[in-house]
């Protein structure tokens, strides 16, 4: 169900963003067709030039926003050399939308063994079997890549890849637009002050 509150366009009566994306995501898993978890990551590279890419949130809390991805792929290397980044959520089913940024910290090591341990047997073989984002000479290639884990992980666990881990935007900022008509939209972003309290701020649509 849709927050009545939020549809006359009263944001700022709330003081705790972290509740309200909540409310958010959960309005988006019953009515999105396919991931509701589903963000635009951006990132920077080494030269400033800027990179974005669909993933999937696999957490949060008041500490931030986790997803998880292998640290020698192009945004992990991007983001372990800037330290920030920003999310972007779309539901266009509620017509809402959430913007976030941020720096970054690398999750601990038991959250993400814990976070690997949850996947499906492929996806952990997966995460040993590429080389995310180099060039690939060909399918084959992956495929007797995957082969040749599956054959070494046969039985029992298949341990986490030091490379493979998960990160945390801890969030200065966090946005929350929704559509109003004739584009007069609802725009009210949550910015983290020196003390670590939120503060809140309407903005022009």
Known sequence: ??????????????????????????????????????????????????????????????????????????KGGEILSAKKAAMCFHWKSLRRQVRIRGPVEVVSDEEAD?????????SRIGAWASKQSRPLESRFALEKAVAEYTAKFAVGTIPRPSHWSGFRI????????????????DRVVFIRNKKGDWQTERLYP
């Open 1 to 74: 169900m849709i927050d009545e509150t939020l549809k006359s366009g009263d944001f700022t009566e709330r003081d705790e963003p972290f509740r309200l994306f909540a409310e958010w995501l959960h309005d988006a898993t019953q009515s999105e067709p396919n991931d509701p978890n589903a963000l635009a990551l951006a990132t920077v590279d080494p030269d400033g030039m800027p990179n974005v890419r669909m993933v999937l949130l696999k957490g949060f809390d008041e500490r931030g926003f986790v997803f998880y991805t292998n640290f020698e792929s192009a």
């Open 114 to 122: 814990e976070y690997y341990a949850s996947r499906p047997r492929g």
């Open 170 to 185: 801890v969030p200065q900022t966090i946005e929350f637009w929704h559509d109003r008509p004739f584009r007069l939209h």
